[in-house]
């Protein structure tokens, strides 16, 4: 953590000033008076979306059913089209990225695809602070090949109810261990558990290991060429700012290119024999083989635009600010808020952390109802927790520092008393 951070205001517009990414805040649609700290949940939208999905839009009313061969086939390989722009944030080669389905619906492709249990090798390791679509997607894979939840799931224990140990993970890659799924941040706490690590003694041991990316791809820099995953699953949404529900990706390591696709469809198919419309499907043998259905195009042609900011900046650069304004926010906790019960949920390590701060406190529902009223969007997850993400596209210093200048008020004047305890569902 930096060590330089001072407490005050005019710290904040100085490191604001000095802030080569200040100028992409303007391609973002940022509301006056409001200070969105949820683009870990749900990105915003910018101009540069907005421009991709108007000009999609364009090619509709233009050509109609041509449109799919328009411009070389662009809206007909549109996840290849996407995929170009996707390959540098995690590292890896165009023909490894398939753009498709949600997070859950590549979940199940890659354990259709990939769950191959036999009477030696059955088991699958999990964790127990997943979000909970993981574990639903496994759960499935397992009572679709007829076997038993204490059979095959083996879930990882974490001692603090925050944080995963990479030794707790390694020392269950036992020999009837068939493949590992498991997110490289954790929703929750915003740790970023050790990749590399846990990749490489899954290889060790003959495990295939899958990361869901939800919350790092486009808040911190993978490098899949050096980590070799088997698989990697993630959204749109989030750091990348695609829209409610974008397209989401997977990635397929080249060395499985040709494994047979769990769940099939045509454009799955090889471009060259798809439309011979043979009832025999003709693989494509890249990550292209797992695509399903036709392409959507208005929920990927935003993010055609929203990745331009990614490239153009560079996910070293993002991820240098991001750290920093998660640093700094903990600072700020640590000196504003120290006295009123809140702890800090997320590993102060910078190589622990991902693009996130989780700050706890009993009263965090009432808290974060009160932030929002003060015009700081945070995000609310039970029981305890608000999450805030300083997304460096679109987040400044002045932006964290009012933030938690709001929270002090909230605490200090006790403004969260004045809300009802009641849930009402917080998104
Ligand atoms: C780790 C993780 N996986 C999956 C999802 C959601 O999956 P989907 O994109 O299918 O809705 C989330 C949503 O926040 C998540 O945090």
Not at 85 to 110: F, R, W
Not at 341 to 363: M, N, Q, T
């Amino acid at each position: 953590m930096n060590s330089d951070y001072t407490n005050g205001m005019g710290y904040a517009k100085n490191m604001d000033e000095q802030d080569v990414l200040r100028s992409y805040k303007s391609r973002f649609d940022i509301k006056e008076n409001q200070i969105y700290m949820d683009g870990n949940s749900l990105g915003l939208s910018s101009i540069d979306a907005k421009e991709a999905l108007d000009e999609a839009y364009e090619a509709w009313k233009n050509e109609g059913i041509q449109i799919w061969g328009t411009e070389n086939g662009k809206y007909f390989k549109y996840s290849q089209t996407i995929a170009e722009q996707i390959a540098p944030l995690i590292h890896s080669d165009v023909d490894e990225i398939a753009v498709m389905g949600s997070i859950t619906t590549n979940i199940h492709q890659a354990l259709s695809t990939f769950y191959k249990p036999d009477a030696s090798r059955y088991k699958i390791i999990v964790d127990e602070l997943n979000f909970p679509t993981d574990i639903y997607a496994v759960k499935s894979i397992i009572a679709l090949k007829g076997m038993n939840e204490e059979d095959v799931l083996v879930k990882i224990k974490s001692e603090d109810g925050r944080t995963l140990s990479e030794d707790a993970i390694i020392a269950a890659m036992s020999e009837e261990v068939a493949l590992i799924l498991l997110p490289s941040v954790l929703y929750r706490s915003s740790q970023l558990i050790d990749m590399k690590r846990v990749t490489d003694a899954a290889h060790d041991k003959g495990i295939l290991i899958g990361w869901d990316l939800a919350h790092s791809i486009g808040a911190v820099p993978h490098d899949f060429k050096s980590l070799e995953p088997d698989f990697a699953v993630w959204c749109s949404y989030k750091y990348l700012n695609g829209g409610p529900g974008a397209t989401a990706g997977m990635y397929i390591n080249k060395k499985h290119f040709g494994i047979s696709t769990g769940l099939k469809g045509w454009f799955g198919n090889k471009d060259s024999s798809q439309f011979a419309m043979d009832h025999n499907f003709d693989q494509d043998l890249t990550a292209g083989g797992l695509l399903q259905g036709t392409p959507n195009i208005f929920s990927m042609a935003p993010l055609l635009g929203s990745l331009k900011p990614f490239n153009e900046a560079g996910m070293q650069a993002l991820r240098k600010k991001s750290l920093e304004l998660t640093g700094y926010m903990m600072f700020l906790i640590d000196e504003r808020l120290s006295a009123y019960g809140f702890a800090i949920g997320s590993p102060r390590e910078d190589d622990r952390r991902g693009g996130h701060v989780a700050l706890e406190h009993d009263e965090a529902y009432r808290i974060s109802l009160a932030m929002r009223d003060f015009g700081v969007i945070p995000d609310y997850r039970e029981p305890n927790v608000i999450r805030l993400a300083p997304v460096p596209l679109y987040i400044g210093y002045e932006d964290t520092y009012r933030v938690i200048e709001s929270i002090e008020r909230i605490m200090k004047e006790k403004i969260y008393e004045t809300y009802a305890l009641d849930r009402v569902t917080v998104l």
